[in-house]
């Protein structure tokens, strides 16, 4: 094989926890050629896992049979008319990378999502968020190839089975498929959304031209940056619990008791806060050993050094108990558990 392989490979900079791993073999494949290369020669009764950049990851231990984290690269402009603009990006592209290019060149629609960790191959797997705005507005389609028999499909968005944090490729074709571009859908003038509490009170009073893709770009960085570690100095995976959904009647008990929750109406009942339920249980800055809830924001979990996964795992039980004690309410873990 061209392609060069690694074998038993340190992971440990493959994941932003950064907690101890290894990986059997390990292939970057930069090409579609070079991943259906490898996916073609790997042993078919070896299991096979796909990272990104690991920002929403725990690695439980060494992986077994093929790791492959995409390199696959390149941004481009593919049409465009009056109104909008079509650009794709290659799996392998840092995402903040294909927001700060799209927003240069003054197309709408990314800037919500900017400085959020990961590849552009990982966003629709997450459907990623942030700051009212999901991936699935702006997606055209996603570009796959399939584990089994390396064929190349294409799927629009509406086929993507698009819900918070969840997608098809993460749960009812989960393992099936490999994500290996995306194609999105820009505004080519200014559409910016800044619904968000932040940034509608920084926006305030200002005219609706004076809202640039730029200036909302800056501010989420802004945001972002006062609120969340960087991994880089701070070992940690973002959001470590997603933010549950609970009937209006629970909601409404639990406003009743709890004067001060968080809470935002959905079509499918109410989202409520849990950085809050976390923070209001007793988490905030509060450590177990070598890991932690964040001192500033309650939802990040973060490894002051030399965690191993399982003190990750008990501090997530811990967390998750507590508030569903205290609160009646279950927090469903965001990232992505492997092997």
């Known amino acids: 094989m061209s392609l060069l392989l690694q074998y038993n490979a340190d992971l440990s900079g493959f994941n932003t926890l950064a907690l101890p791993a290894r990986a059997a073999c390990l292939a970057r494949?930069?090409?579609l050629d070079e991943l259906e290369q490898v996916l073609a020669e790997r042993d078919?009764?070896?299991?096979?896992?796909?990272?990104?950049?690991g920002s929403n990851l725990v690695i439980q231990e060494d992986l077994p049979g093929l790791t492959i984290a995409l390199a696959l690269d390149g941004m481009i402009k593919v049409r465009e008319t009056d109104q909008h603009v079509w650009v794709a990006a290659g799996a392998g592209v840092h995402w903040d990378d294909l927001v700060a290019w799209t927003v240069e060149q003054g197309w709408q629609g990314l800037e919500n999502l900017s400085l959020i960790p990961g590849t552009a191959g990982a966003a629709p797997f997450q459907n990623i968020g942030a700051y009212g705005v999901e991936l699935a507005q702006v997606l055209e389609q996603v570009t796959v190839m399939e584990i089994a028999t390396g064929e190349l499909t294409h799927f629009p968005a509406g086929e993507c089975d698009f819900a918070y944090r969840d997608s098809r490729f993460k749960s009812r074709d989960k393992g099936r498929f490999i994500i290996t571009g995306i194609e999105l859908k820009l505004n080519r003038?200014?559409?910016?959304?800044?619904?968000?509490?932040?940034?509608?009170?920084h926006f305030a009073g200002l005219a609706s031209g004076?809202?640039?893709a730029a200036a909302v770009r800056e501010q989420v960085i802004a945001v972002r940056q006062s609120k969340l570690p960087d991994p880089a100095v701070l070992a940690n995976a973002g959001s470590f619990f997603?933010?549950?959904?609970v009937s209006t009647e629970k909601a409404e008990a639990l406003k009743?008791?709890?004067?001060?929750?968080v809470a935002y109406p959905q079509q499918d009942g109410v989202k409520l806060a849990a950085g809050w339920l976390i923070e209001a249980a007793g988490w905030k800055g509060k450590q177990l050993g070598p890991v932690g809830m964040h001192r500033d924001q309650a939802l990040v979990l973060v490894n002051h050094g030399g965690a191993t996964p399982s003190d990750v795992m008990a501090l997530a039980a811990a967390v998750r108990t507590d508030v569903w004690q205290r609160f009646?309410?279950?927090?469903?873990?965001e990232p992505i558990v492997l092997p």
């Open 29 to 31: 494949p930069k090409t």
């Open 44 to 53: 078919p009764q070896s299991p096979v896992y796909v990272i990104g950049e």
């Open 189 to 201: 003038q200014a559409q910016c959304n800044i619904s968000y509490g932040p940034l509608q009170q």
């Open 210 to 212: 004076e809202v640039t």
């Open 242 to 245: 997603k933010n549950p959904v």
């Open 256 to 261: 009743e008791a709890f004067p001060q929750l």
């Open 328 to 333: 009646g309410v279950q927090l469903e873990q």
